[in-house]
């Protein structure tokens, strides 16, 4: 719960001119919160690959079993991550599904190639076109983890965010995220094609 109400209280602080000059960093606006704490704080960076025994509970959410059940109902061939980061769960998923890794940080893409995962840089809000229309129903599965909260109070980016995924899926599109992202998600872009699992709300 105190996570939640950290990201609460920082998407209203980032609507504020200080805050918000200093967290865009004359970035687009849907990759200012990504960069700010995925990219840009090293010693963030490097807590998430060394996070796994002491994660918060809302880290842990969804379990391998969990992402398994959701995607697994689905029978896919194909599956992708948009929003992987270095491909913690792309790695973990791999023995089970022919499985890709997009993000838009090309040093995370970097790192899961070094890894040896499949994985490309993908910019959900404004992809290639050319790309687009190559890649149209092209996975039979989509999810994402902790992306959209990136998105919040930007309507426009997230729902061409969530037709870019709309557009490159077959299937379904799973998405694991706090439950005030998910009613946000629902009332800004509606289909049926988004499967949502918010994560619980005693978490964190």
């Known amino acids: 719960m105190k996570a939640e109400l950290r990201l609460r209280i920082l998407s209203v602080l980032y609507k ?15 990759r200012s919160g990504y960069k ?13 690959k060394q996070r796994i025994a002491e994660l918060p509970a809302v880290d842990k959410h969804p379990t391998i079993k969990e992402l398994r059940a959701a995607v697994d109902k689905y029978k896919p061939e194909t599956v992708l991550e948009a929003g992987c ?10 023995p089970y599904y022919k ?15 070094e890894n040896g995962l499949s994985a490309f840089q993908l910019d959900l809000v404004s992809p290639d076109a050319v790309w687009l229309e190559a890649h149209a129903k092209h996975w039979d599965v989509a999810y994402c983890r902790a992306v959209f909260m990136f998105f919040i109070d930007h309507e426009e980016d997230t729902r061409n965010a969530m037709k ?3 557009r490159i899926t077959k299937k ?3 998405i694991w995220e706090w439950p005030h992202v998910c009613d946000y998600m629902k ?4 289909s049926d094609m988004f499967e949502y699992h918010p994560y619980p709300v005693t978490a964190g």
């Open 99 to 113: 499985i890709d890794g997009a993000d838009l940080a090309e040093e995370f893409v970097a790192q899961a190639k």
């Open 187 to 190: 009332k800004t872009y509606p």
């Open 85 to 94: 980061g270095y491909g913690r769960l792309v790695e973990q998923l791999t």
């Open 36 to 48: 700010h704490y995925w990219v840009d704080d090293k010693s963030y960076t490097l807590g998430t």
């Open 164 to 166: 870019t995924l709309e």
């Open 172 to 174: 379904k599109v799973l």
């Open 16 to 30: 504020l001119p200080p805050f918000r000059a200093y967290a865009y960093k004359r970035l687009p606006r849907h």
